[in-house]
């Protein structure tokens, strides 16, 4: 029973929160963003958290660029499969310092269940759906941590500092956003 339970909590998070990849282009602004206004250091103690890290192109970036612990969490095994042949094939490449990708820590498992406690900066690319079910999970961060929601805003979070900041991302086409807050209690 139990067993059956948890394939179908699998089955329903993947509805609900489908793989759709952060552009990179915009994983550039949404971290200098980070360095000019919240605070994010290169070769500090700081930890970053990708809730949902799909294929951990968000995970490897935030390791290589900054030198801090960066961990990713996902649900689904594909994609871990592939975060974990990326990791292998730069591991082989040999171009980055070992110390350098021994900061990327990648694991399957369910965001849901994940204590927050120790992350400086906590990354969601979610759906404004699901964001009900995130408050319990939100509230398990320490107080000052920063949590960037990219393409949504995140609505009724007490604990947050509402509007913290918004920044835009533009191109010919359309705008989009990413939001950063800081956990205030
Ligand atoms: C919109 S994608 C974002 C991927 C990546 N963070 C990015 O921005 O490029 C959301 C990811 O969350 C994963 N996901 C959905 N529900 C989850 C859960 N309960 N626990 C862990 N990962 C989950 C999905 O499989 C998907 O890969």
Do not use: T, W
């Given at each position: 029973m139990k067993k059956k339970q948890k394939i179908f909590e699998k089955f329903h998070s993947q509805l609900d929160l489908p793989f759709l990849e952060t552009d990179n282009e915009l994983l550039e602004e949404i971290f200098q963003t980070l360095e000019a206004k919240f605070g994010l250091k290169t070769n500090s103690n700081q930890k970053f958290v990708d809730l949902g890290a799909g294929n951990g192109n968000i995970v490897i970036y935030t390791a290589l660029n900054y030198n801090i612990k960066s961990?990713?969490?996902?649900?689904?095994h594909n994609l871990i499969n592939e975060a974990k042949i990326k990791i292998k094939s730069l591991k082989k490449e040999g171009i980055y310092n070992k110390s350098l990708l021994k900061k990327i820590k990648i694991k399957l498992g369910d965001f849901y269940l994940l204590n927050l406690k120790d992350y400086d900066f906590i990354y969601i690319y979610s759906l404004p759906s699901m964001q009900k079910f995130l408050q319990h999970v939100f509230i398990t961060a320490k107080k000052g941590a920063i949590i960037i929601s990219h393409k949504y805003q995140l609505e009724g979070f007490k604990y947050l500092l509402k509007d913290e900041y918004?920044?835009?991302?533009?191109?010919?086409?359309?705008?989009?956003?990413?939001?950063?807050?800081?956990?205030?209690?």
């Open positions: 961990y990713g969490i996902e649900i689904v918004r920044l835009a991302h533009k191109n010919d086409k359309q705008e989009i956003y990413s939001f950063f807050y800081k956990k205030i209690s």
